[in-house]
């Protein structure tokens, strides 16, 4: 199944690919750094930046775009997405920006065209609240944060 998301094109987008998927099966569309071109955006240690990306999106209604760090990245660079994942609204026409955050320990530059992050497109559920005096009962009941403990052999499957 694919689903069309129209995008349009900023100015300085001009000449960059659009997002694609780097594998056949790939979750996410690779989503490219339009800073402008030998100027690099440079995030010193825990340095943050809204890393543009040139493109504005249509997402359907129904859907929302995920933008999510990529792994090598994170690993290799101490670079994630601050707010992951960043939540772009299908009504949202701004431009797609990519919140990124150096915790690593040097200054990492982003260069025009890197891949910075990736975009999921998803389905979301809305829902209606309905304001009711007694929850249903469960078994779990307000156990939470680390009630079941830790100790993976204490859980049967
Ligand atoms: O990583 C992100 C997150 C958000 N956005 C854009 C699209 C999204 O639809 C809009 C608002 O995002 P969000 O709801 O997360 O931010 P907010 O602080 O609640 O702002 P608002 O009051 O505009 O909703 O900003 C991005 O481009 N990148
Ligand atoms: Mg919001």
């Known amino acids: 199944m694919s689903i069309a998301v129209p995008v349009q094109l900023l100015p300085h987008g001009a000449g960059l690919p659009l997002p694609s998927y780097a594998t056949e099966g790939a979750a996410g569309l690779d989503l490219i750094a339009a800073v402008p071109e030998g100027e690099p955006l440079v995030l010193a240690p825990l340095g943050r930046a809204a890393v543009p990306t ?39 026409r701004g431009e797609v920006k990519v919140l990124l955050v150096n915790l690593g320990a040097e200054p990492f530059a982003i260069e025009r065209g890197m891949r910075i992050a990736q975009m999921v497109v998803a389905p979301v559920a809305r829902v209606t ?5 007694d929850l249903e009962k469960t078994t779990r009941g307000n156990g939470g944060f680390g009630s079941t403990g830790l100790d993976g052999r204490q859980i049967s499957r």
């Open 129 to 133: 609240l309905e304001e009711s005096r």
């Open 54 to 92: 040139g493109l504005c999106l249509a997402v359907p209604a129904g859907f929302e775009a995920q933008v999510r760090p990529r792994s090598g990245l994170a690993l290799k660079n101490g670079i994630t997405v601050l707010n992951a994942p960043g939540t772009v609204d299908s009504d949202y």
